[in-house]
């Protein structure tokens, strides 16, 4: 089956640091990019970062670069934001999902179940 | 910033069509995707690359793409069909990808 299952959200201070991970399991993790997506209590999606099957590759919301970084271990088939700098506007569920293709547009087809962060 | 438009509602009665639009604001892209989210859930995959199926998606779900606009269509619309929408491109230029406001289908 594939899954994906995100840990490490909790509740932390303005201007800390939180760690996010996600387990991959079920297929090819180094063959596709991640996404990490968030969702305000009450409020729609929000796009936080993208990571490319390698991790040579990285993009980022403008609402979150410079504070949060983006990163993978395929051997371990795990991916990680680190959340510096918190807000309280970073206040939200986080969702891992992997990209549908090893091309980058063709939408997102497994989500996590979301790890709770609030600040 | 990036927005795609889409309207915060749309009720339809069961067994009837519903669509859903989301307006792409001069935002450079190529496809559009389409995501189911129920209350509590993650969100779901339903339509992407303007008109594809992920499997297990039934056919009642349909998407089309131009210019400016793209449109998601429920068709047969049934009660397990409530939820919120979204729309998402991927904006070339920026390598951003950007997310719709939303919208809740009601079933009435």
């Known amino acids: 089956e594939v899954q994906l299952v995100e840990s490490g959200g909790k509740l932390a201070q303005p201007g800390g640091s939180l760690r996010l991970s996600c387990a991959a399991s079920?297929?090819?993790?180094?063959?596709?990019?991640m996404h990490w997506v968030r969702q305000a209590p009450g409020k729609g999606l929000e796009w936080v970062s993208r990571i490319s099957w390698s991790g040579d590759s990285l993009n980022y919301a403008a609402s979150v670069r410079g504070r949060f970084t983006i990163s993978r271990d395929n051997a371990k088939k795990s991916l990680f934001l680190q959340m510096n700098s918190l807000r309280t506007e970073d206040t939200a569920v986080y969702y891992c999902v992997k990209e549908n293709s090893d091309s980058p547009d063709y939408g997102m087809d497994v989500w996590g179940r979301g790890t709770t962060v609030t600040v | 910033s990036y927005v795609l438009i889409q309207p915060p509602s749309v009720s339809v009665a069961p067994g009837q069509t519903a669509r859903i639009t989301c307006e792409k604001n001069?935002?450079?892209?190529?496809?559009v995707h389409w995501y189911q989210q129920k209350p509590g859930q993650a969100p779901m995959l339903v339509v992407y690359?303007?008109?594809d199926r992920p499997s297990g998606v039934p056919e009642r779900f349909s998407g089309s793409n131009s210019a400016r606009e793209a449109t998601l269509t429920i068709s047969r619309v049934e009660v397990g069909d409530e939820a919120d929408y979204y729309c998402q491109v991927w904006a070339t230029g920026s390598g951003h990808y950007v997310f719709g406001s939303g919208t809740k289908v009601t079933v009435l």
């Open positions: 079920g297929f090819a993790f180094d063959d596709y990019g």
């Open positions: 001069n935002i450079e892209s190529k496809s």
């Open positions: 690359d303007d008109t």
